[in-house]
């Protein structure tokens, strides 16, 4: 049976490019539909009436019309445009962190769920006070289980023992950790008790427990380091955003050092 030439779906607007003189490409990200790519006509104009209703990182209700190549966006209409986040640098800078995780690990048309929904939660949490570095950390451990890359952190990935509360290490290539009587001959990275301790918290659901904690700068810059550095291993890339992230943690720095002499 035939597919409807018109279709509607609720998406989040991930990635936008230039097309043209007054067109975009938008990247959705759908709740049944996956990851999916319109091209929005005349939206670059100065009174384009969708405009406000497709900018990034906003969740809208979306009319498609399926095209050759590209679908055409013949309508939307704003659910949540999450002004309060696009309001802070630093929270906003997260979020595109986030998106361009989505975009990375997905591909076209696969629908996932859960996917959908832990990046719409994530955005209403950026939204909130509180550490947003904890949030980065708890939606890249909850991205890395839904597309399949779920590491392993209860027991040792060569031997399959339980780990000891001593200084283990990760293994990006093993996807997970190494006891300290395997990590010989191994390319892995240390891991301190107190980081994979807070890396099984937030591999669990309570996201609001995680959230409590009080994490000094030590850790947290351990765990962003090697939350980096296995997401480049399964990228075989950077993520782009990450370097702009770098550049407000040391601006921010820089104020905090200068603010308290």
């Not at 904890?134 to 060569?158: D, K, S, T």
Request: some cysteine; aromatic content about 8%.
């Amino acid at each position: 049976m035939p597919q409807p030439r018109n279709y509607q779906t609720e998406a989040i607007i991930i990635k936008k490019t230039k097309l043209g003189e007054a067109d975009r490409i938008l990247t959705l990200y759908t709740p049944h539909l996956g990851k999916i790519q319109g091209v929005a006509k005349g939206i670059r104009r100065p009174r384009a009436k969708l405009a406000g209703h497709l900018e990034l990182l906003t969740h809208s209700h979306v009319s498609l019309a399926r095209g050759r190549n590209l679908d055409t966006i013949t309508g939307s209409q704003t659910i949540n445009s999450f002004f309060a986040l696009k309001s802070d640098l630093w929270s906003a800078s997260c979020a595109l962190y986030a998106t361009e995780l989505v975009n990375q690990f997905t591909p076209d048309h696969l629908e996932n769920y859960p996917l959908f929904q832990l990046l719409l939660s994530i955005l209403h949490r950026l939204c909130q006070n509180g550490d947003k570095e904890m949030v980065l950390r708890y939606f890249e451990m909850h991205l890395l289980h839904e597309v399949g890359y779920r590491p392993q952190l209860q027991q040792c990935v060569a031997c399959r023992r339980d780990l000891e509360p001593v200084i283990n290490s990760f293994s990006y290539s093993a996807g997970g950790v190494l006891c300290p009587a395997c990590r010989h001959n191994q390319p892995a990275r240390s891991v301190s008790v107190n980081a994979l301790q807070v890396f099984r918290l937030l591999q669990g659901d309570d996201f609001d427990t995680v959230t409590c904690l009080r994490i000094d700068p030590p850790l947290s810059h351990e765990m962003e380091s090697m939350m980096r550095g296995y997401l480049r291993y399964l990228l075989e890339r950077e993520v782009k955003s990450a370097a702009w992230l770098d550049t407000l943690r040391a601006q921010n720095m820089t104020i905090s050092a200068t603010s308290h002499p």
